[in-house]
């Protein structure tokens, strides 16, 4: 998300916060793309099952289970009271309960209530693009972080639904899409952080879709559909939408229609001294 004032992200955050709770339900049958980034991001963390993990975004927790591989007990937070409850309810497999016994925390990943060096490892896939200061939640990370901890997080770049963009485009100059912070900035933001030994991967995750429609609905189904800076309620009439349709369907493959994901995946390293 681009840079806005502090009024108006507080705002955007809150807004965010409800949008994602109001999907708590509907989120994960809509989640392809967040089920493939996160399981290609858990790859990168050692597999050693040993430490507290911290899942920084947790959304409704559908991967919870997969961490009894990666650590002895994790932590989950999140912004939103409704994805965090939704976690909560998640029940592990009986074996795995008490080994990986839980805490669930509301908290914004620009300020956690977490004590200093109290993470062996942190995951985090899709949630930095939602936070107004990258660099708020990169000196987090590096203060709950211990030495010798792990990082693996993944956040949505510039270039992300590009065919989107340029379909609203031909039609208006109206901000209908998020605008994702090129992957320069997000460098940029944790680069400061000179403890942790940073690697960054920029990775295009496209899609496809039957229609707009069918595209538009995951969005909302995903509560991924607050805009920033938006000026009006956006679309409403079935002119626009046709219109919309048709200059998205320029774009149409064997495949269907196409929207690309820019992902950058970064990695870190904690100093162990």
Same mark, same amino acid.
């Given at each position: 998300? +681009?840079?806005? !004032?502090?009024?108006?992200?507080?705002?955007?955050?809150? &807004? #965010?916060?409800?949008?994602?709770?109001?999907?708590?339900?509907? @989120?994960?049958?809509?989640?392809?793309?967040?089920?493939?980034?996160?399981?290609?991001?858990?790859?990168?963390?050692?597999?050693?099952?040993?430490?507290?993990?911290?899942?920084?975004?947790?959304?409704?927790?559908?991967?919870?289970?997969?961490?009894?591989? @990666?650590? !002895?007990?994790?932590?989950?937070?999140?912004?939103? *009271?409704?994805?965090?409850?939704?976690?909560? !309810?998640?029940?592990?497999?009986?074996?795995? $309960?008490?080994p990986l016994a839980t805490?669930?925390?509301?908290?914004?990943?620009?300020?956690?209530? /977490? $004590?200093?060096?109290?993470?062996? %490892?942190l995951f985090s896939s899709?949630? /930095? &693009?939602?936070?107004?200061?990258?660099? $708020? #939640?990169?000196?987090? =990370?590096?203060?709950? /972080?211990?030495?010798?901890?792990?990082?693996?997080?993944?956040?949505?770049?510039?270039?992300?639904?590009?065919?989107?963009?340029?379909?609203?485009? !031909?039609?208006?100059?109206?901000?209908?899409?998020?605008?994702?912070?090129? *992957?320069?900035?997000?460098?940029?933001?944790?680069?400061? #952080?000179?403890?942790?030994?940073?690697?960054?991967?920029?990775?295009? @995750?496209?899609?496809?879709?039957?229609? #707009?429609?069918?595209? $538009?609905?995951?969005? %909302?189904?995903?509560? *991924?559909? &607050?805009?920033?800076?938006?000026?009006?309620?956006?679309?409403?009439? %079935?002119?626009?939408?046709?219109?919309? *349709?048709?200059?998205?369907?320029?774009?149409?493959?064997?495949?269907?229609?196409?929207?690309? @994901?820019?992902?950058? =995946? =970064? +990695?870190?390293?904690?100093?162990?001294?």
């Amino acid at each position: 998300m +681009t840079a806005v !004032s502090a009024a108006t992200a507080e705002s955007f955050i809150r &807004q #965010v916060a409800q949008s994602f709770g109001k999907a708590c339900d509907s @989120y994960l049958p809509a989640a392809r793309l967040q089920q493939q980034v996160a399981l290609d991001a858990l790859s990168l963390l050692p597999a050693d099952k040993q430490g507290h993990l911290l899942d920084l975004g947790c959304g409704p927790g559908w991967i919870h289970p997969r961490f009894a591989s @990666y650590c !002895s007990h994790f932590t989950a937070a999140d912004l939103s *009271a409704g994805m965090l409850a939704k976690a909560a !309810s998640q029940r592990l497999p009986a074996h795995l $309960a008490t080994p990986l016994a839980t805490n669930y925390v509301q908290a914004d990943a620009q300020q956690l209530p /977490l $004590a200093a060096r109290s993470v062996d %490892k942190l995951f985090s896939s899709l949630m /930095l &693009q939602w936070c107004a200061k990258p660099a $708020a #939640v990169f000196a987090e =990370i590096d203060r709950v /972080l211990a030495p010798g901890g792990r990082v693996v997080l993944t956040t949505l770049v510039d270039g992300t639904l590009a065919e989107l963009k340029q379909a609203f485009a !031909s039609l208006d100059q109206q901000q209908h899409v998020n605008r994702f912070l090129p *992957a320069a900035e997000v460098i940029a933001a944790a680069e400061p #952080v000179s403890s942790i030994r940073w690697q960054f991967e920029q990775r295009c @995750y496209p899609l496809f879709y039957p229609d #707009v429609i069918s595209l $538009a609905r995951e969005l %909302k189904a995903l509560g *991924a559909n &607050q805009v920033a800076g938006r000026q009006s309620r956006g679309l409403t009439g %079935k002119g626009y939408w046709q219109q919309l *349709a048709a200059a998205y369907d320029l774009n149409r493959t064997a495949l269907g229609l196409p929207a690309s @994901y820019q992902v950058l =995946i =970064i +990695t870190g390293y904690k100093n162990a001294n």
